[in-house]
């Protein structure tokens, strides 16, 4: 990059840190590092939630998403306003008028403490897991403008992701998480307008759509239907979406503590119920729009040779490999197909490229899909405006790997130390105790972070499954809890095991497409519970 992007990159981070660090300014116990002291108006948990659920990946993979797989992804994302009014009516008032700390206290105090601690296991586990994935996105960004190895960006990464969550705590997260959204969506509509300026020739915005469209791009609708029925291994599709996104968005926004924690800071009810309905409204939008930022870096490359594989790093590293020959081979019949016109066989040999990439370096498992628009912000975007996307999204990771470890250390400090250990002497070494423990899960993370590469196809699918591992099962608990008031507390504990490990189990064996786990494991819950109820006596503990 040139020093210029360098000035813009570190002066926007250094004066979000400081704005942060600034606004943080609250007392020093539980209440404070977790909540904010409970007095955040409506827009900032609006942006605070939209700022933990939007991280790099969002803004560093989906438009390669778009690029590699077309605009189905935006399905995903159906169910989620159907969710945020579920929420609202149902989850809110509940944690509200109880004044918990975490989502998970209300379980002990409808079963008892062995439900609590468990669905708070698997929270601390699926979100330890996912905040791994999301350290790795900036530091992919890391790696690749400084050309260093992904391993020692990571440790560099992740060391000053713990430094700024634990300075701050949940109020810094909040701030921040306000001017990050601002900068973002600002970042994002001039990499578009560029987008569509850079093409050649007269050809605008609809030229570009309709260039995508012929590539089969614009499957924003997809039925999952085929000659023989119904794909259940067709990861998105309108059914996926509405019905599997609606059971996920409803555990990550009703019982994900990095979310709950988000709206358990407003001032009153009211406030954490319009900033999660807002979001249901703006969610879809924006997400659709920047996987159209995709859509138009796809259409860009039909104009301009893009490179036969954007991961410049690992591209090298196959180059040095007994498949270089092969390798070479490829490149010279993707460049020379571009170059007569040939867009169909250019893109079938990038594909044939891709393969004998992951077959030259098993250990790694490449994935070009993450680096598609980095590195046409790179190569395309004029000096200055470089720097500044480049901080958009280290901002967005810190935001939401922030709130993840907040919640964390929340979940650890109030449904396990507290209940295990004697109670900290004072709230000053509560809060000491609540920052080691973001620390804790900081280091856990970094290394989780390390592995990133082994799940999914991109990044942003693979935080996607991880959630989809547990929520389901997760979601399954509170739904028991609120409406099958008959179900006691061990009918519902080993309901859960159960359909934990079935849930990972039909994981494993690939039988259906990963969002129909949510679904799926909410369901055994209920259904086993009810079902172990019949044999097993209980006293139900009423809310």
Known sequence: MHIIDWLVLTITLLGIIAYGIYKSRTSKNLDGYFLSNRNMPWYLVLLSIMGTQASAITFLTGPGQAYSDGMRFVQYYFGLPIAMVVIAIFFVPVFSHLKVYTAYEFLEKRFDSKTRSLTSG???????????????????????????????????????????????????????????????????????????????????????????????KMNIITTGFTEKGFDWRDKYNIWTGIIGGFFLALSYFGTDHSQVGRYLTAKNMEASKKGLLINGLVKVPMQFCILLLGILIFSFYQFKKAPVYFDRVSYEQAMQTDKKDSLHLLETSYNNSFDAGNLPAANLYRKQFASMMERSLPSTKPKDTNYIFLYFVKEQLPIGLIGLVIAIIFLAAWGSIAAALNSLAACTMIDFHQKIWSHPKSEKEEYRLSQLYTLAWGIFSIIIALFAYNIGNSLIEAVNIIGSLFYGVILGVFLVAFWVKRVGSNAVFYAALIAELLVIFIYVKDIISFLWLNVIGALLVIVLSVILQSFIPHKTKES
């Open 122 to 216: 698997l929270f601390l586990l699926s979100r330890g897991l996912s905040t791994g994935v999301s350290i790795f996105a900036p530091s992919l960004v890391l790696s690749s403008l400084l050309g260093w190895n992904i391993y020692y960006t990571t440790l560099v990464m992740g060391g000053l992701l713990i430094i700024y969550t634990m300075s701050g705590g949940a109020k810094a997260v909040a701030h921040t998480q306000k001017i990050q959204m601002i900068i973002v969506f600002f970042a994002l509509l001039l990499v578009a307008y560029l987008a569509v300026k850079l093409l050649p020739g007269n050809k605008g915005f609809f030229t570009a759509i309709h260039t995508s469209a012929a590539q089969g």
